[in-house]
């Protein structure tokens, strides 16, 4: 049976899940791209031939020819449209993050524990990136040892806008890594401290983050959103014997000038291209199943997202080591 999907948000991810969907997701159909400029929901419809554009979220997920979602508009209407979703009794794949509010991601929680099954897949595509899968793969005896440290850096050549700020590196970007270091390490955290340095103009400077875990791991996040150069995410696992670095997917050195260069790709969609198409396969089986996919980030990731953001963006503020204090997971998710 085919899958009859509405895309909302046709910016750049949601065109970009318009083109995963049609040329790489056969089992899928483009029901709808609904996005609040009709302009732009007609291109994105038009150039990945989805049956339909429309510019009201809501009505969108109420029709009957729609059977699942994915949600790819704003930050802020994320929690909400998954309530929305939750509400139809729709499979709902929602980009992340799905709140910088812990309180609203609780909520989105309690409705998929009150509609009694599980219906919404977070985006940190991160999850399905196999460097990462090797990292988690590598930790214990025969691989690296009991992990003790994990490094990240996370760079994008400019601010995504002008309304980008400091504390949304820690909400929006690094939300990632939040989430991919507690898939990576298999446990949550238990303080946060961040750090940033003055750059010589008025753009975002980068957030340096150190997070101790309930395990007694370390793990640093480096977030540069005006890294200038190119998009460049590195990461290493280490364990007490040995480390997983990671490896960005290259294709071509160039050699000239007396030079031998690799490129950089300019955003993430080329460098998390497998990550996302296996991410949004999964999404489509947990549709068509029920079943959420064991990879995938849940409500409750996203939740725990939101809390070490939370946590993140006070101890920026404050210049203070903060507590990530979680609530007990209930079992719904586990
Ligand atoms: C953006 O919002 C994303 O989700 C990208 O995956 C990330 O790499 C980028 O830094 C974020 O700003």
Known sequence: MTLRLAIIGAGIMGADHARIVAEELPGAALQVICDASAERAKAVAEAHGAADMATDPEAVIARKDVDAVLIASPDETHAPLSLACIAAGKPVLCEKPLSSSPAACVEVMEAEMAAGRRLVQLGFMRRFDPSYAEMRAARGP???????????????VDSPGSWFTGPMAITNSASHEFD??????????????????????????????????????????????????GYDVRGELVGEAGSVMMSAPVYATYNSQLAHAERYAADWRRRYAEAYRLQNRAFLDFAATGRPSEIAASAWDGYAAAVAGEAGVAALRSGQRAAVAMMAKPDFYS
């Open 142 to 156: 025969g691989g690296i040892g009991r992990a003790l440290m994990m490094h990240n850096f996370h760079r994008n």
């Open 180 to 229: 991919v270091i507690r898939f990576v390490l298999g446990t949550d955290y238990v303080s946060v401290s961040a750090f940033q340095p003055e750059r010589s103009d008025d753009m975002v400077a980068p957030v340096v983050m150190v997070l101790e875990t309930a395990d007694g791991q370390l793990a640093t996040i480096e977030i540069n959103n005006n890294a200038a150069y």
